[in-house]
Nanobody, 123 residues
Framework: QVQLVESGGGLVQAGGSPRLSCAAS????????MGWFRQAPGKERDFVAG????????DYADSVKGRFTISRDNVKNTVYLQMNSLNTDDTAVYYC????????????????WGQGTQVTVSS
């Protein structure tokens, strides 16, 4: 079992650059692909960013490409989402997730989920 806990959310002004963290416990998340998803009020949960356990190629949703960066520290069992140039469309609950194999952008490809952290962008 892997437990995931997100942190770093809150109220941010437009143009801000917060960093979200997701700490894993229970077992090492080495070998798991990691992803970030977000869910805005009244909308479905959408893929934001993902990377394989090896730290290779990263994948980003078009809406965040060039502004967000996913990274991981396998020693600290932590994955990060650096968010830059935020706008009000980025307001959502952000979730991190871990999955075996190559889950890619598929929500159902991820086995473990955090509780989410709210990011609210004010204009």
């Amino acid at each position: 079992q892997v437990q995931l806990v997100e942190s770093g959310g809150g109220l941010v002004q437009a143009g801000g650059s917060p960093r979200l963290s997701c700490a894993a416990s229970g077992r090492s998340f080495n070998g798991f692909a990691m992803g970030w998803f977000r869910q805005a009020p009244g909308k479905e949960r959408d893929f934001v960013a993902g990377m394989p356990w090896s730290g290779g190629s990263r994948d980003y949703a078009d809406s965040v490409k060039g502004r967000f960066t996913i990274s991981r520290d396998n020693v600290k069992n932590t994955v990060y989402l650096q968010m830059n140039s935020l706008n009000t469309d980025d307001t959502a609950v952000y979730y991190c997730a871990a999955g075996g194999g190559r889950p890619g952008r598929r929500i159902h490809g991820y086995n473990y989920w955090g509780q989410g952290t709210q990011v609210t962008v004010s204009s």
